[in-house]
């Protein structure tokens, strides 16, 4: 088991490692199901753990559930006009008003390609 603050502290010693974390699904994406966050197990800390469309799908239902989640550690590159478009997308996934000054510039986002997931009844 990988505490996901120690992912968050060092992500580039994860990069490609398959790992195993587990904490509270924060955030279910509310179109496909098809991201998760899962949160730290330090305060105000949480990643991303995002699976192929449809392969597997995480219901909204999940939210407020402790996840054992097993995946692979990624590192994504965004340009400024990837950024812009994945906060327009979350936006809109979470009913909220998009604000572009919210994105600053390009992104480098760490997550877990999810293989497998069990979300606790």
Known sequence: ??????????P??????RVLVQ??????CEEKGCWMDIASDKDFEKIQVKVDDGVI???LTAKGK????????????LTYEQALAQA????EEHK??????????PQTIYRI??????VAE
């Open 1 to 10: 088991l990988t505490p996901v603050s120690a992912i968050l502290a060092d």
């Open 12 to 17: 580039a010693a994860y990069i490609g490692q």
């Open 23 to 28: 904490g509270m699904v924060v955030a279910v």
């Open 57 to 59: 799908v995480f219901p």
């Open 66 to 77: 402790q996840a054992l989640v097993e995946g692979v550690v990624e590192q994504l590159e």
């Open 88 to 91: 327009r997308v979350m936006a």
């Open 96 to 105: 909220m008003e998009f604000d572009s000054a919210s994105v600053t510039g």
């Open 113 to 118: 390609r999810g293989k497998g997931a069990v």
